[in-house]
């Protein structure tokens, strides 16, 4: 009654396969781990370079405000000064 399905010979070499899989699987992990570790560091300098991209969009967008602000009220502040140098010529 019993039986032994596998003999030692059989069991011991299928432990001996395990164990190379088992080897075969961790350095597997290790380097799947290592990858992980290179994507985290990449994701971690795109965001840093996003933020920088995002600063030089954004003084962008200021220097052309102000560009435009001079561009749109530089004729009215001209015509001010000489409105006030013609009238403070008249009363001399």
Known sequence: ??????????????????????RDLRAEMKETRNIIKKYNGLREELGAVK??????????????????SIRNWG???FALITLIILLMNQSI
């Open 1 to 22: 009654m019993s039986e032994q399905w596998y003999s030692n010979k059989e069991l011991f070499e299928q432990l001996n396969a395990m164990q190379g899989d088992f």
């Open 51 to 68: 933020e920088q991209v995002n600063e030089m969009k954004a003084m962008t967008q200021g220097k052309q405000s102000v560009g435009e």
């Open 75 to 77: 004729g009215w502040i």
